[in-house]
């Protein structure tokens, strides 16, 4: 429905627990420090990579390109990803995504140890990693709320994002040390081994064997996720939160290698420090976030950390004292933990478990294709002008930013009740048709009292949208001109199998919708009749 009813209850559920208690689940603390790991490879690689690179060129541009090598791949395939990961096993997955991972790693150590890097191979392997890196992506995420209970769901969001956070911190900084001491190679060997860890730890993960209905066709799939996002208007609002934090705060981690080589004169360990100093503040601010979330809610975190950022941005243009630098690093860092483990709650809390995957990969597709965005423009104002104008620039958008997403409110959306609840019959058991025939025309037909005809109709509409939502095709309501007030409703869905999981796909906040259409046309509901189309050439 387009607009949810507030409810405190469910918005406390969702809210509540300690960050901590998620950690109970034995087997989401292994799945929660496995993708810790892996985050820990993928940032120790992005360190030593960036390194190379700043070896082979002193451009901010191509420097700046090496955060759009990573973030173009999953805007480009974070659809697909996102509908592979609610179609096909999660694990499958991972397991494909980590093993891709490795032999990335394997060949940036081989092609370090024999000095051959180019700006071209450094760019190219990046781009591979951010491949597999989005592949695994939404399937790491949707697998959350299906390992805690809902009144744990904000403390496992939170752990999530500071383990990403955490390997943001320990990542950079233990690959500047060890480029310090051995140089790029080994940390490149250290991310193959770390990776192959990871790959074992996942074999005590045994997820319950797909029943029920087939798997739906990818095109299908993909088609759907557009759709529900479409029609649903609070995955809208998380992702108009989301966008212009990416494309500001895309500057830092563009432009930081630049600023920390060429304006800090920064060697490898001050570098993996300075890289790694946010994930410090975002592990520091994990302490706090159940109280700020209790105090502030979820609207006065987004504005407070958007100012916060850009504060930091202006901090770093203007000044090259190495502690001020790392201490509004670390500042910023806890900023960007509280803002994305929010915006990501609220993400988990507003998407059914069907779609959650494609869902996921929507919200993933903009946040990266903010990421590639900004860094294009912010790496191209620092090379036409200066590293300090563009952080400025990029303040002054995050702060403009901040205030105009006020107008998105995220609390109300708190309270959703995504849980399954059927609101229409189950088809027909019938012989004359099967799972991949199509398409399938539904039909109902409603008599309604004159003085009801416009209730009705305004009833109609969130129908409307649910319908589309949940993979309708097309959807009419048309009124006969010799008998006003008799209506005939009708909507197509794809295949037989997408009408038989239209029931499925209806949720307890969905009840508004029904309430109100039985107030507008009273409490016997018409049935559907169900048709196949015949498509004649």
């Not at 030593?48 to 999953?74: E, H, N, R």
């Not at 830092?252 to 290698?257: E, R, S, T």
């Not at 027909?428 to 003085?451: A, F, Q, R, Y």
């Not at 037989?496 to 209806?506: C, G, H, T």
């Amino acid at each position: 429905m387009a607009d949810r009813t507030p409810n405190n209850a469910p918005a406390q559920e969702a809210s509540g627990g300690s960050t901590w208690s998620p950690l109970k689940s034995r087997l989401f603390t292994v799945l929660l420090l496995t993708g810790l790991f892996t985050q820990l490879a993928v940032f120790m690689n992005g360190l030593a990579g960036a390194w190379v690179l700043t070896d082979i060129t002193d451009s901010p541009a191509i420097v700046a390109s090496l955060q759009i090598a990573l973030a173009l791949p999953a805007f480009l395939l974070a659809l697909l990803a996102g509908a592979l990961a609610d179609i096909v096993s999660r694990k499958r997955i991972i397991v494909v995504a980590q093993v891709g991972s490795v032999l990335v790693a394997g060949a940036f150590a081989l092609l370090s140890a024999a000095d051959a890097h180019t700006s071209v191979s450094v760019l190219g392997l990046t781009a591979a990693l951010g491949i597999f890196t989005a592949l695994a992506a939404p399937s790491w995420i949707a697998i959350i709320p299906g390992l805690v209970p809902r009144s744990e769901l904000a403390g496992a969001m939170t752990l999530s994002s500071a383990g990403i956070s955490a390997a943001m911190a320990l990542g950079p900084a233990l690959a500047g040390f060890v480029i310090a001491a051995t140089g790029p190679t080994a940390v490149f060997v250290l991310d193959v081994v770390v990776l192959v860890a990871g790959l074992f730890a996942l074999r005590v993960w045994s997820p319950a064997p797909h029943t029920g209905l087939p798997a739906e066709h990818l095109a299908s799939a993909v088609r759907i996720g557009l759709q529900y996002v479409r029609y649903d208007r609070p995955i809208k609002v998380v992702i108009g939160k989301v966008i212009p934090f990416a494309f500001a705060g895309t500057a830092l981690v563009a432009l930081l290698p630049a600023v920390a080589r060429f304006r800090l004169d920064a060697g490898p360990a001050l570098f993996g420090l300075l890289s790694g100093a946010g994930g410090v503040g975002a592990v520091l601010a994990l302490l706090a976030m159940p109280r700020v979330r209790r105090r502030i809610g979820p609207d006065g975190i987004v504005l407070g950390s958007m100012l916060i950022e850009a504060g930091v941005f202006v901090t770093l243009a203007t000044t090259t004292n190495i502690t001020l630098v790392l201490a509004v690093l670390v500042v910023g860092g806890a900023a960007t933990l509280a803002m994305i483990s929010t915006v990501m709650t609220v993400l988990q809390v507003v998407l059914p478990a069907w779609i959650r995957g494609r869902g996921v990969a929507v919200y993933l597709l903009t946040l990266q294709g903010s990421f590639a965005l900004g860094a294009f423009v912010w790496g191209s104002v620092a090379q036409e002008t200066s590293l300090s104008t563009a952080l400025v620039s990029a303040g002054v958008v995050m702060a403009g930013s901040a205030l105009l997403v006020t107008l998105l409110p995220l609390s109300r959306y708190m309270d959703v009740d995504t849980e399954t609840a059927q609101l229409i019959p189950d088809p027909p058991t019938v012989t004359s048709v099967h799972d991949e025939d199509g398409p399938i025309l539904l039909t109902v037909d409603w008599d309604i009292e004159p003085e009801r005809r416009d209730e009705f109709i305004a009833a109609m509409q969130p129908v409307r949208r649910a319908l589309k939502r949940q993979g309708a095709l097309s959807f009419h309501l048309v009124e006969n001109v010799e008998r006003p007030g008799h209506m005939v409703e009708s909507f197509t869905m794809a295949t037989w199998s997408e009408y038989r999981r239209l029931p499925q796909r209806s949720t307890v906040d969905d009840k508004a919708i029904h309430e109100a259409l039985v107030a507008a046309a009273g409490p016997d509901l018409p049935g559907f009749t169900v048709h196949r189309e015949i498509r004649l050439h």
